[in-house]
Structures are given as structure tokens and as C-alpha cells.
């Protein structure tokens, strides 16, 4: 029904080692969640009752939904969009374009077929739902109904990472759009929120929002009232929403396939009989006639001492159009901002307890994923176009080729580098990081905050050249580029939301550790496996190694000591040691993975055979 796309993906999925990986190692991370949860409504060391019981399963039911629901947005929107630009990237789209295959068995194949991992993860986590309504606290509904959620979201997300993918010609414009239309729609949900009101107030505006948002839709799920909803269900009316969403977007990825493909390609009339210009020139003229017949066309441009760096800054290496991905950013980076500094300035002279992270945290993350997706793809582009084989066998030093590629990710993403370094500035004017005296001036509160700006501002800082050398790392080390881009977004994310769900138990607790020392060491050695098998899995080193344990421990010791430094209070302590950590750990990472690439090139690309000759 939908095309051999779709049937080889169903095929040769099951026979990929990833397929029996990840479902391992979602299992693993639902058991910690599990023995996490236990610990939190009732511990080891008595008998549970069984209110205590149904509390357990309440709450880790809710853990559940949410994280798997992250996990999907997020995934579901690249495997989508990066199966498309791949086969761009390496020519071979074109193909599938003069195949006898129908315009919707293009575009339906790779879609469901980039799908079907991530359908297969949904699918193994609804018996581990269902087993917990043997506890208590849930209700069979609950799990149909928070199924649906998460399979619409998925589909949903899908189609926009697919759509967006046809559309733009390059790999990077395609994963930044997809990721900043994902923010896009869940910070406009909000927004329909906060403005509804005020157009027609006779309308259920919260019923409309838990429509269009996932979180919303999934909160309605867990928090249903108690004589039930007296209509449509939310899930079912999110769901139906999506599929709407979907029958529109694939709609016009199949109405647009071949009107944006293929992109760029300029249509040459074919020469029609005509007399030999070259017949009656003299050789002199001949020459010149040669010359200017193989030149590019335009004006001649001066290359600089470092043809990379001047490729990066001086040509649309990653497409045309680059504003729009800008504009993209800005848009999503002002609704972030509208909501988060609201929060600064509540009803009563109130704050949040850390008011700061309100802003500072999904700008970051949003920073660290489109910053490390244009250093993955400035490799991969360039391996799949078949340049980069090229390249390397050039008089190109592996310097030039390293910091043309690291300054080129610079300066095409300074307009994501600098926001959250403002934003930062921002928060120290406000007095954000630190109390200041009521009535104090904003010269008083920079000075108050000078500290943890210096702290938070070089934090920043090392994450962000972290996530750049990561992506050229990885990059280079893997010849398969989906699974390269795949490796380095998903280090970026998980990085970010395994932070949180660390920072969600310590809060759910009471800022207790104590209570929770054995989840957090299971957390700490998935994410020091994950991180050694994406730095090093085939080409292990005692740095790496070493780095892959240091990040880790550094990210969590940083976040312990916020949120549990002072128990009783909504202050941490003097942030200048998690800075130290933080950048002693990732600074030797960073390290760790730009030496090899630039005293031993070869040997850090596997490209020398020399270890097989002894």
C-alpha cells in the first residue's frame, strides 16, 4: 500500500543491532525511572500500603508519558527529516523522482519508514503501562488515551521533520527548521492560551490549547476530572487534530515534491546543430576562447590562505536562503522570551524559585542542538557529496581543515551563540542569580551578580565548543551520516533532558539526594556509556575514556550543587567550583577529541592500516 520505501524499512529494520539496542535500553532507563519512583513514594525499607501503592503507580505512569513523549517530539521530527535530506545529500532523491513510483509512495514511504524505530519503542513501553494498573492509581483509559497522544505526536512530528526536509535542499536548514517548527508550535499553543481570551471569551480556550499541545493533551490524561470530561475527550480531540495535521502536511509534500525537486538545478537547453565557432579562430584566440568556455561564470573571486574557512564564510555551503533558519530562530527565541521574563515580574513583586532557568534553559538547549547540528552537517555534506575524500588527499593541513571547519560553524551560527550570552547579562541586570536588597539599582544588582554571571556566562561557553567539536568528531568517525547526526543531536539532547529528569527527582524528593543516590548512579553509568560509545565505541583511548567519565559526574556534581547546596533555601552555593569542574571536565574532552584530529589526521580517521602491518 505504500511502496517499496516502506516495505525494505520493514524489512531490514529488524535486522539493524540498533533495533535490539535501543529497545534494551529503554527498558533499562524505564526500570531505573521505576525503582526511582519507589524510592520517592515509599523506599526499601518497609512494606508499601496500598495508597502508597497507587501513588507508585501514579507517579512513575506520569514519568513515563512525559519523558517518552519528549523523546518522540524530538526524534520522531529528525529520523524524519534526516532520511530525506541523506538521500539529497547524496544525489540519489533524483532517483527515487524517475522510478515508477507514485508521488505519496515517496514521501508516505519515508516517512513511516523513518517512523517505524520510533513506533517500535511506543509499542514495547504500552505493557509496561498496562502492567501498572495492577497497582492502582491509574485507570485503563488513562493508558489508551496517553498511547494516542504520544502515537499522533509522533506521526505529527514526523510530517513537519518530513515536510521541511523536501522542501529546503540542505541537510542543516532542514533539522534547524525542523527543530525551531517544533518550538514554534508548542510556544504558539501557548500563546493561543494568553491571547484567546481577550478575542472571544465565550470560548474554552484551555480546552482548545489541550487540542493543538501535546503536554497539555497529555496533562489532561493524567488529571482528568473527577466526573469525567463532559465531551470529547482532550486525547481523543488532540487526536484528531494531528491527523488532521498530518492529512495537510503529507498533503502538500505531495502536492509540492516535484515542483521543489529537484532544487537548484539549473535546466540546459540542448545545442542544436551550428557551425564550429573554434573553425576560424587563430590559436591565440583559441586559447582565449578555451580559458573563458571552462571558467566558472561571475566574477572572480580571491581565495584565502584557508580555502575551508573561506568556503564556510564566503558560500552558500548550507543552502540558500540562510535568514530564513535565522528568522526562524528569532520568532521561537521571542515567544521563549515573552514568557520567561512575564515570569520575572509577577503580581506582588514575586519571583520563581531559579526565575533564571525559565529562559536560560530552553535557550541553551536550543543553542547547543542547532550550534551541533551545523557542525556534524558541515562533515557529512561534504562526505555524501563526495567531496570530502577529496579533500582530505589535498595540501590542506589538517589545522586548516579543523579550524576552517570550527570557525566556519562560528560565524554561520553567531546568531545563535550570542542570545544566550545576552540573556545571561539580562538576568544578572534583574538580579536573577542572586538576592539583592529590596529597592536596589541595577548597577547594585550587576554588582551582586557579577559572580555568577562570570560562572554561568563560561559555562555556556564550554558547552557550546563542546557540542562543535563533538559534532566534527563524530562525524569524521562515522561513515554513515544519518547515524552520524543521529549520534550528536542525541548526545546534545539526551545531555540536556537527563539533567532535567535528575533535577525533577532531586525537586519531587524534596531536594533529598540521599533518598535517591542509587537511581542517580544508574543515570551516571547509562550516561557514561552512552557517551563513551558515541565518542570512542570503534576507535577507543584512555582520553576519551577518561572524558566520557568526567562530563558526566561534571554535569550532575554541577546540579547537586544548585539544587541541594543550601537545604531549606532557593540558594546555591558560590558558583565558581561547578564552573571549575564544568570546564576542567569538558575542557579536556574537547581536548581529548581535537589533538588526535590534528597531530595524528589518519590515524584519528581510521584511515591508516599501519596497526594491521606490525
Not at 192 to 200: F, K, M, R, S
Not at 241 to 260: E, P
Not at 525 to 532: E, T
Request: with cysteine; aromatic share 10%.
Amino acid at each position: 500500500m505504500f511502496g517499496p520505501i516502506f516495505m525494505r524499512e520493514l524489512v531490514t529494520v529488524p535486522r539493524r543491532t540498533t533495533h535490539y539496542t535501543a529497545r534494551a535500553a529503554l527498558l533499562g532507563l524505564l526500570g531505573i525511572l521505576g525503582a526511582t519512583a519507589w524510592q520517592a513514594t515509599v523506599g526499601f525499607t518497609r512494606d508499601a500500603t496500598l495508597g502508597e501503592t497507587a501513588r507508585f503507580g501514579q507517579l512513575l505512569f506520569q514519568i513515563v508519558v512525559y519523558v517518552q513523549l519528549l523523546l518522540l517530539i524530538f526524534f520522531a521530527a529528525l529520523s524524519a527529516a534526516s532520511a530525506v535530506s541523506q538521500e539529497k545529500d547524496r544525489r540519489t532523491f533524483i532517483l527515487l523522482l524517475i522510478t515508477d513510483m507514485r508521488d505519496y509512495e515517496i514521501v508516505l514511504g519515508k516517512l513511516l519508514g523513518s517512523l517505524l524505530p520510533i513506533t517500535a519503542l511506543l509499542i514495547i513501553t504500552v505493557p509496561v503501562l498496562s502492567l501498572l494498573l495492577l497497582l492502582g492509581g491509574t485507570d485503563p483509559r488513562q493508558v489508551i488515551e496517553g498511547t494516542a497522544v504520544m502515537l499522533m505526536t509522533a506521526c505529527a512530528a514526523g510530517s513537519l521533520g518530513g515536510l521541511v526536509a523536501l522542501w529546503r535542499e540542505r541537510t542543516f536548514q532542514a533539522l534547524a527548521l525542523s527543530v525551531l517548527a517544533i518550538a514554534l508550535c508548542l510556544s504558539l499553543s501557548q500563546v493561543v492560551a494568553a491571547v484567546g481570551p481577550l478575542i472571544a471569551e465565550s470560548v474554552d480556550w484551555g480546552l482548545v490549547q489541550m487540542w493543538i499541545d501535546p503536554f497539555q493533551a497529555m496533562r489532561a490524561v493524567l488529571d482528568p476530572p473527577a466526573s469525567g470530561w463532559p465531551g470529547l475527550p482532550p486525547a481523543y480531540g488532540f487526536s484528531l487534530a494531528m491527523v488532521g495535521v498530518c492529512v495537510l502536511v503529507n498533503g502538500v509534500g505531495i502536492w509540492k515534491l516535484r515542483k521543489w525537486n529537484p532544487s537548484g538545478e539549473p535546466i540546459m537547453q540542448r545545442e542544436g546543430p551550428q557551425a564550429d565557432p573554434e573553425a576560424e579562430m587563430t590559436p591565440e584566440q583559441l586559447k582565449e576562447f578555451r580559458s573563458k568556455a571552462h571558467a566558472a561564470p561571475g566574477t572572480v573571486r580571491e581565495v584565502w590562505g584557508n580555502p575551508v574557512l573561506w568556503r564556510e564564510i564566503c558560500t552558500l555551503a548550507y543552502g540558500r536562503r540562510p535568514l530564513l533558519v535565522k528568522f526562524a530562530f528569532g520568532l521561537v527565541l521571542a515567544l521563549i522570551l515573552y514568557f520567561a521574563i512575564d515570569s520575572l515580574h509577577q503580581p506582588g513583586g514575586g519571583r520563581p524559585a531559579y526565575a533564571a532557568a525559565y529562559g536560560l534553559v530552553p535557550v541553551v538547549v536550543l543553542s547547543l542542538l542547532l550550534v551541533s547540528a551545523q557542525a556534524v552537517t558541515s562533515v557529512t555534506s561534504e562526505r555524501d557529496g563526495g567531496a570530502l575524500d577529496v579533500l582530505l588527499v589535498t595540501d590542506v593541513s589538517p589545522y586548516e581543515f579543523v579550524f576552517g571547519k570550527l570557525l566556519g560553524v562560528i560565524y554561520n551560527t553567531k546568531e545563535y551563540l550570542i542570545p544566550p550570552l545576552l540573556l545571561a547579562g539580562f538576568y544578572a541586570v534583574e538580579g536573577a542569580f542572586t538576592k539583592s536588597p529590596p529597592g536596589a539599582g541595577w548597577a547594585d544588582k550587576l554588582t551582586a551578580n557579577a559572580g555568577p554571571l562570570v560562572a554561568v556566562l563560561g559555562a555556556i561557553v564550554i558547552l557550546l565548543c563542546f557540542v562543535m567539536v563533538l559534532g566534527l568528531h563524530v562525524a569524521l568517525r562515522l561513515t554513515n551520516s544519518r547515524l552520524a547526526i543521529v549520534n550528536t543531536l542525541g548526545t546534545v539532547f539526551f545531555l540536556s533532558v537527563g539533567t532535567l529528569i535528575c533535577i525533577y527527582l532531586i525537586v519531587i524528593n524534596g531536594g533529598s539526594f540521599a533518598n535517591q543516590w542509587l537511581s542517580f548512579v544508574a543515570f551516571l553509568v547509562l550516561g557514561i556509556g552512552g557517551l563513551l560509545w558515541v565518542l570512542s565505541a570503534d576507535r577507543p583511548s584512555p582520553a576519551l575514556t577518561l572524558g566520557s567519565v568526567l562530563c558526566p559526574l561534571a554535569m550532575f556534581y554541577c546540579v547537586t550543587n544548585i539544587l541541594i547546596a543550601k537545604p531549606g533555601t532557593d540558594e546555591s552555593a558560590d558558583p565558581l567550583v561547578p564552573f571549575v569542574a564544568l570546564a576542567a571536565a569538558f575542557g579536556f574532552t574537547i581536548s581529548a577529541m581535537l589533538v588526535p584530529l590534528l597531530s595524528e589526521f589518519d590515524v584519528a580517521l581510521g584511515r591508516t592500516t599501519a596497526a594491521y602491518e606490525e
